[in-house]
């Protein structure tokens, strides 16, 4: 190391013009026999022309700098190019500072992405941050909590979703399915629905199971499926499905499969559920499921063009005793 | 043995001024330069006092200032090792009574600054000839401003074509003041896991290819300005 400072010490002698004929020679040898030291010396004349520029030469090496240094046209160019990267790189903030400035420079982080002109860096890495974030909090609810947890409380003994009717009135299930932003609200009754004939209003769904559904996640494999436990009074169940997509759409197309059939085909809105974030709900009678696995793929509606990418959930139905 | 027809050769050079010695002198005259026989038996007997190793060692110098030129790129390394011993010739009367050791690195010595000298390129020179006084709070007429408006377009213009990692070298290696840009590079040495001096060489060839890219541009430009 001792030996490199001390040829760098002497190529910077060398060029301010401050060696004897002699090393001046063997070192003009060098650097025309051997490549890679004429890259060294090109290093040592960028450091000089920074040192120059930033004030930090010595008086006798500034003496030799202007009267030596300077005289070859080219580097006089050097020293224009450097003037300007210089000024370029204090005007820009080109790049962000690297991390172990981040504390300390905080605003020049600030500056840095008010005054990028590539936003779209940022906003694609905003976007992948939040769409990792979301995931990584999807996945840590679904560990930390049982997924017979994750379901409103379904069971007899009384059921805590299914409340007493409270009063007479137009029921508040959304009779156009399409609608799933209001709350649905449970009415007591014990009357099953029944399967839906043409011309036939909708059953009232008074008995309602609310179970989220989380999306299949890599690496989670198939014995980890959401489990929906429904009881013989339920009716209905709520089917919360957070969405979880890199594109944000205001309505998403549902797909309920079981052995590879569609039974249901349905373009719901998105609602913002307190806890779950963006999600979409389908309320289907319990009479349309029976005790197996079923399959959700959920595609954004976007309002022209291709239907978005798709993203399946899936679930098997329990019945309870 | 010797290539006699070099001693008939005329200098085509028009820069006939010494190697390094002539660097702080004023350009000389351009004129036409003959190697003679008595310059050139002056050269063989400065390398040795023996005529016959004279002309092994000259042999030697001369076979490897072709390969080194040609290694360099240079269309025609003759050429170049011809005017390196012309040049030699030519100074040796002023430089040998204050050269001490041996003669040999002095041939490679020159043949340095003749590549270098063809290396120079007619924009360069352009952009060096403008008149500095070393500071920077000199008003540029208007020459000068469009000159620097062409330098700081076609930086921009180079800055934006470096991949993310070269610029994020770039910007981080040659910013700031003194412990300010000591810490920056250590700190940047540390993220992209290399040492120091690699980091030192790796932000010195995104320089030089960055130069390279704004002469090209500069000259585009100014070729592009003086068609119309």
């Known amino acids: ?28 040898q060098r650097l025309f026999l051997e490549s890679s030291y004429a890259q060294l010396v090109q290093a040592v004349e960028d450091d000089l022309v920074d040192d120059y520029l930033h004030d930090d030469l010595t008086a006798s090496e500034l003496e030799g700098f202007k009267s030596h240094f300077l005289t070859q046209p080219e580097r006089r160019g050097d020293l224009r190019i450097a003037q300007a990267l210089k000024q370029f790189l204090a005007a820009e903030s080109f790049a962000p500072p690297v991390t172990g400035q981040i504390d300390e420079k905080v605003d020049i982080g600030w500056r840095c992405l008010l005054r990028n002109r590539r936003p779209i860096w940022f906003a694609l890495a905003a ?29 007899p003994q009384p059921s805590p979703t299914e409340t007493p009717r409270q009063q007479p009135g137009p029921s508040p299930v959304n009779p156009n399915p399409n ?9 007591n009754s014990n009357e099953r629905s029944r399967q839906k004939r043409p011309g036939e209003r909708p059953p009232e769904l008074t008995a309602v199971v609310t179970a989220t559904i989380l999306p299949n996640l890599t690496g989670r494999g198939e014995g980890t499926s959401n489990e929906v436990p429904i009881s013989r009074t339920a009716n209905g169940v709520l089917l919360k499905i957070p969405v979880v997509t890199i594109r944000n759409y205001d309505r998403y197309r549902l797909e309920l499969i079981s052995a590879g059939r569609q039974i249901e085909v349905q373009n719901l809105n998105v609602s913002v559920d307190e806890e ?24 954004g509606l976007p309002a022209a063009g291709a239907l978005g990418e798709s993203r399946t959930y899936s679930f098997t139905v329990k019945r309870l005793p | ?31 036409k330069w003959v190697l003679t026989i008595e310059s050139f038996d002056g050269m063989l007997l400065w390398l040795d006092q023996n005529r016959d190793r004279a002309g092994e060692k000259y042999e ?71 008149d500095l006084s070393y500071s920077d709070s000199e008003s540029l007429d208007s020459e000068k401003t469009s000159q620097q408006e062409l330098l700081d377009s076609c930086l921009r213009e180079c800055m934006e074509k470096l991949d993310l990692r070269n610029r994020e070298i770039i910007a981080n290696y040659y ?29 010195q060839r995104i ?20 068609n119309h």
């Open chain 1, 1 to 28: 190391m001792s030996q490199d400072l001390e040829q760098e010490y002497k190529l910077r002698q060398y060029l301010l013009g401050k060696l004897g004929q002699e090393e001046q020679v063997l070192i003009e």
């Open chain 2, 1 to 31: 043995m010797l290539d006699s027809g070099l001693i008939d050769w005329v200098s085509q050079s028009q820069t006939p001024y010494g190697s390094r010695t002539n660097l702080d002198d004023p350009p000389s005259p351009i004129q």
């Open chain 1, 127 to 155: 976007g992948v941050l939040i769409i990792i974030s979301f995931l990584t909090w999807i996945a840590i609810r679904s560990i930390q909590r049982p997924v017979d947890r994750t379901f409103e409380a379904h069971v």
């Open chain 2, 60 to 130: 030697q110098i001369r076979s490897r200032l072709i390969r080194r030129f040609s290694q360099l790129g240079w269309p025609e390394p003759e050429q170049l090792t011809n005017e390196t011993f012309d040049r030699v010739a030519k100074t040796l009367p002023r430089v040998r009574a204050n050269y001490s050791g041996s003669p040999e690195p002095y041939f490679y010595s020159v043949a340095f600054n003749i590549h270098r000298e063809h290396l120079r390129r007619p924009i360069m020179v352009a952009l060096g000839d403008t």
């Open chain 1, 276 to 299: 779950l974030g963006r999600i979409v709900s389908l309320l289907i009678p319990t009479t349309r499921l029976s005790k197996q696995k079923y399959e959700i793929r959920l595609r």
């Open chain 2, 175 to 203: 910013r700031g003041e003194r412990q300010d840009k000591i810490r920056s590079r250590k700190s940047l040495a540390e993220r992209m896991n290399m040492k120091l001096e690699n980091l030192r060489l790796r932000a």
């Open chain 2, 207 to 226: 320089r030089a290819n960055l130069k390279k890219c704004i002469l090209d541009c500069m000259e585009r430009k100014a070729q592009s300005t003086a």
């Open chain 1, 179 to 187: 609608d799933n932003s209001k709350v649905v609200e449970q009415r």
